[in-house]
């Protein structure tokens, strides 16, 4: 049981550029979630996910876009690359009962856009 | 955005000290959550908090929900070294809203 994994761990992207974030979870979770941690602050929902087939924006979803075909699968893809882009992205996900609220996180991706 | 205030922004302890923290917001939150970040990791979830005035503990870990929901607390019994880390309050607005809004963090470090 792997959890929740994250492709690739790091990446330096020229502006422009497009590229798209994996994750992938193995615990069968509905609900998955893309978030952005800039440096000094706190953890931002860009997308999520209650199920396969549904995508809802969250707090800053400008310049991504996402897609869930599976329930394993929740990958963010960033188009246009911008400096304001460069993060580290988190993907997180959930069961939807028990402790609704414990979202396992993965280990992050580390995104640099010059 | 919405945002939570946490503070201190760090701390630095020695081992066996005691540490507390606390998260404020402008807003109501119906749920309050801590969560702890090791270096190059994601978050973990420590503790969760769904009822005002409400204190829960998780081994040398004690948490409070606020009485007027705009705020929640943290505290660390006797520090050790593996308690090096970022720690997030997160709130949520709604139950049932998958939005959480997350604090600035608390940087821990441990003095030798």
């Known amino acids: 049981n792997a959890g929740v994994t994250q492709t690739p761990k790091f990446r330096i992207l020229k502006i422009g550029q497009s590229m798209t974030l994996q994750c992938t979870q193995d615990?069968?979770?509905?609900?998955m979630y893309w978030y952005r941690q800039d440096p000094g602050m706190g953890l931002k929902l860009i997308y999520y996910?209650?199920?396969?087939?549904?995508?809802d924006k969250g707090e800053v979803p400008n310049g991504y876009n996402v897609s869930r075909s599976t329930t394993e699968d929740f990958p963010l893809r960033l188009e246009l690359a911008a400096p304001s882009q460069t993060s580290v992205y988190f993907c997180?996900?959930?069961?939807?009962?028990?402790?609704?609220?414990?979202?396992?996180f993965g280990p992050g991706t580390r995104l640099t856009v010059t | 955005g919405q945002q939570l205030n946490q503070s201190p922004q760090s701390m630095f302890i020695q081992e066996g000290e005691d540490v507390s923290m606390n998260c404020t917001s402008s807003?109501?939150?119906?749920?309050w959550l801590w969560y702890k970040q090791d270096p190059g990791e994601g978050p973990v979830l420590l503790i969760a908090?769904?009822?005002?005035?409400e204190l829960t503990s998780n081994g040398r870990l004690t948490a409070q929900f606020g009485i007027t929901r705009k705020d929640s607390f943290l505290n660390i019994s006797a520090s050790i070294p593996s308690d090096v880390g970022i720690y997030f309050c997160?709130?949520?607005?709604?139950?049932?809203?998958?939005?959480?809004?997350f604090g600035t963090g608390t940087r821990l470090t441990i003095i030798p």
């Open positions: 996910s209650v199920g396969a087939g549904i995508t």
């Open positions: 908090l769904y009822k005002a005035g």
């Open positions: 997160a709130g949520q607005l709604d139950f049932g809203n998958e939005k959480l809004t």
């Open positions: 807003s109501i939150f119906n749920t």
């Open positions: 997180a996900s959930r069961s939807p009962g028990g402790s609704s609220y414990e979202q396992y």
């Open positions: 615990m069968n979770h509905n609900y």
